[in-house]
């Protein structure tokens, strides 16, 4: 203690420090709380309240205007099982959707992420080219593959016509029996780069020697691939399903932007027909019933997804 | 499989290997950007000498006055409406968003698994869950048509995916500098943005990056929320723009290639960090 401090300075310090301590016993039970109540607060009410305001919601009639409600029970979903048949396609969509995204972007992110794990000359540019379209805006992918598919300007129709196929060539997004394709198509484009980066980091945790030693046994590249880093993807290969999952099923912008839905309703998904029923033709009760189907849809594959995250606390 | 092909490339059948290896991928490649190339070509090109040799010629001249047309005719107030929301909602998301994730690491505290589950779930929420009663709420609250009411629901979108990354490098930083800090009596607060923080300035600069494109790029919620034109942010716009003007493909090209281009300059000077951010964001 320095000779300068005077004894009332002393005890000031002592109590103090000892107060702090008391403090700071008392400020651990509510002091995290206090880290938390931003982020908490604006997470509640813009996402956790207005979802569970939606899930009672598509227990009513309501225009979105009128004063009152009218309490209906299950209703909107009797509707929309039994007479609504632009709901029967946005599900069947739905589901095409959820196929091609769980088979093209993930296999292809596979495949260029074994392609581009070697360290080539020049693999990281490669990775970058491939991992490009994945930074652009679905709206903006969206209008761009809308030229693409242009039937007289696009560069298909006139690839094909180049290469003596004019007889493939279509009005690509207004056939109703074909336009939804396209739109998966585009989509695919923007998200092979992201199984592709997952696959990448889950290679690279796979230790050189493992290949050496396989190497070694005599196991040329298809085995090595099928009895050694395949088993060790497994992991990331699950993240990567319920991910791809989850995007897909939250597709919305490309469709708005390439096909509107039409030709007539035929590339409506569960997202552009809510927003369509809402606030096209304002029937919020049957909107938002449509809006809990997604949830439920995405909940399949997002509860083992979720397991996973918090499985290491 | 991850042989270093370039470095076996003395023997003579090796080299004739690496050549086909490479025009492959650059074929590939090529192909693979074909709708970026077009967009650009197209971009280029005067209007008509795109009705006449389509969109994958190259320009008979170079047109610029595509963008500067494009612009004016709207582009610009698009393009600094996504400065504004991008430039308010990231620092502030960010701000909460590792406040939240330090608590839930690094503060003993016994509710940080239910909650860090509970603001999980915000990652699976389809947004058109929320849309209804968020419409009714911003209605009631006079922000329906405001950049700062956009604001305010893309900050509480972001909390997820940020407290998620964040949560993931806080829990990297050891919890003995940690400890030797309470001890030496430093407050929560101080440790939080003096040894917490900088030790995690990879994961911020990550998660700017990642929050910063994927603000620029949202769609459906200014869709829904934003209604007069001048307050359009770029996609919505450029969808807008490419309704209204949908046979000037020449100057719609140069709208898109505007919105574009900072997300390319990011991407290009940046890319490390968005491979750190999606890492942390599935350790």
Known sequence: MATASTPEKTAGLMSRASKSAKASDDQLRFLPWLFLAPALIIYSVVVVYPMIYSSWLSLFRWDGVAPTKVFVGLENYGILLTQNDVFWVALKNNAIWLVAALLLPTSTGLGLAILLNSKFRGSHIFRSIFYFPSVLSLAVVGLIWTWIYHPDLGLLNQALTAAGLKAFTRNWLSDPNIALYPVILAATWNAVGLPMLLFLAGLQTIPEELHEAAKVEGAGPVRRFLYVTFPLLRETTLVVLAITAINALKAYDIIYAMTNGGPANRTQLLSTWMYFLTYNYNQVGLGTAIAVVLFLLTLMFAIPYIRFMTRKT | ?283
């Open chain 2, 1 to 283: 499989m991850s042989q270093p092909l370039s470095q076996n490339a003395s023997a003579p059948g090796k080299s004739t290997k690496v050549i086909l290896f490479y025009a492959g991928l650059i074929l590939a490649t090529l192909f693979w950007l074909a709708p970026v190339i077009t967009l650009i070509l197209t971009a280029l090109k005067d209007a008509g000498d795109f009705a006449v040799n389509g969109a994958f010629s190259l320009p008979k001249f170079i047109r610029w006055a595509n963008f500067s047309e494009a612009w004016e005719t709207g582009v610009k107030n698009y393009f600094w409406n996504s400065v504004l929301v991008t430039g308010f909602k990231v620092p502030i998301g960010i701000a909460l968003e590792s406040m939240a994730a330090f608590a839930l690491t690094h503060m003993h505290f016994k509710w940080a698994d239910r909650i860090f589950t509970y603001i999980l779930i915000g990652l699976i929420v389809p947004m058109q869950m929320t849309l209804v009663p968020l419409t009714l709420l911003m209605n009631a609250l006079n922000l329906i048509d405001t950049l700062t009411g956009l604001t305010i629901l893309y900050i509480g979108f972001g909390v997820p995916f940020g407290v998620l990354v964040m949560r993931g490098f806080f829990r990297t930083v050891p919890v003995a500098i940690i400890e030797a800090a309470r001890i030496d009596g430093c407050s929560w607060w101080k440790i939080f943005y003096r040894i917490a923080l900088p030790l995690a300035l990879p994961a911020v600069v990550s998660l700017c990056i990642l929050d910063g494109v994927a603000t620029w790029n949202e769609f459906i919620l200014a869709q829904i929320f934003l209604r007069s034109d001048e307050l359009r942010t770029l996609p919505l716009g450029l969808v807008q723009f490419s309704t209204q003007f949908s046979t000037q493909y020449d100057q719609l090209a140069a709208a898109v290639l505007i919105s574009v281009v900072p997300i390319v300059l990011v991407f290009l000077f940046c890319q490390r960090y968005f491979v750190a951010g999606i890492g942390g964001a599935v350790k």
